[in-house]
């Protein structure tokens, strides 16, 4: 799922890239519906030679960037358009931590806990999907970084192989991967139901860890926008 996650986040903002319609897309986003009625208007009045014309212009001005920003704009934006696979996760993390833990007695809190850690993770994986693209300016870059970086996770987790027989640089490595975090409340409160004190630090750790991955992934959308050149990049 962690993989997944960070498949999803990739190609949810890479495609935007690769088809040239992040542009359009930050549009929508920023002025809403668009007038029906205005439109309707102009369509009547206006003569075959101006709608081709307006037509011409309308696609042209698709590939250009917008005159401003908001930043707080991209930010809603964001959530709206990961909305769907958020939802998807939520339920899907309910379900799989129903079956985990249905022939076992595991305090309630304990249950919340892990719920939320998991999907502070799944969220936190789809900003670093979209920022491995955004970085790149390219939808093939964003998921080769992606396999990269969470396909060898597991093995520097500390679960299929011990923490202290590694390396201090892969020590190092491990600790700045979010999964070794979330795997740590996963076995602290599930199977060695340690006390809710222990986790909370991590839940909150990865809570504040997405929270920073959606503002940067804000900010390279904005500095993506502002890069029409680069768009359309495989």
Not at 6 to 33: C, H, P, Q, S
Not at 128 to 153: V, Y
Request: hydrophobic share 50%; proline share 4%; with cysteine.
């Amino acid at each position: 799922l962690h993989i997944l996650a960070m498949v999803i986040g990739a190609t949810t903002i890479g495609r935007e890239l690769r088809d040239k319609n992040i542009g359009r897309w930050y549009r929508f986003i920023d002025t809403g519906k668009p007038s029906l009625t205005l439109s309707r208007a102009s369509k009547t009045t206006s003569s075959p030679s101006i709608k081709k014309d307006s037509s011409n212009n309308k696609a042209s001005s698709n590939a250009k960037m917008p005159n401003s920003v908001n930043l707080s704009v991209l930010v809603f934006g964001l959530l709206g358009k990961y909305f769907w696979p958020i939802l998807a996760y939520s339920l899907w993390s309910a379900l799989i931590l129903w079956l985990a833990t249905s022939n076992q007695s595991i305090n309630i809190m304990s249950l919340m806990a892990v719920y939320a850690g998991f999907l502070c993770l799944m969220v936190l994986s789809f900003w670093l999907g979209a920022i491995f693209t955004l970085n790149s300016f390219s939808l093939r870059m964003g998921l080769s970084t992606t396999g990269f970086i969470s396909a060898p996770s597991y093995a520097f987790a500390g679960v299929t192989f011990p923490y202290i027989a590694i390396s201090d640089s892969a020590q190092y490595w491990s600790n700045a991967l979010p999964l070794t975090h979330y795997l740590k409340l996963h076995i602290a409160q599930l199977q060695m139901q340690a006390p809710i004190a222990i986790s909370l630090p991590i839940v909150y750790g990865l809570m504040l860890a997405a929270i920073i991955a959606l503002i940067l992934a804000a900010l390279l959308t904005k500095r993506a926008l502002a890069h029409p050149e680069r768009w359309g990049a495989r």
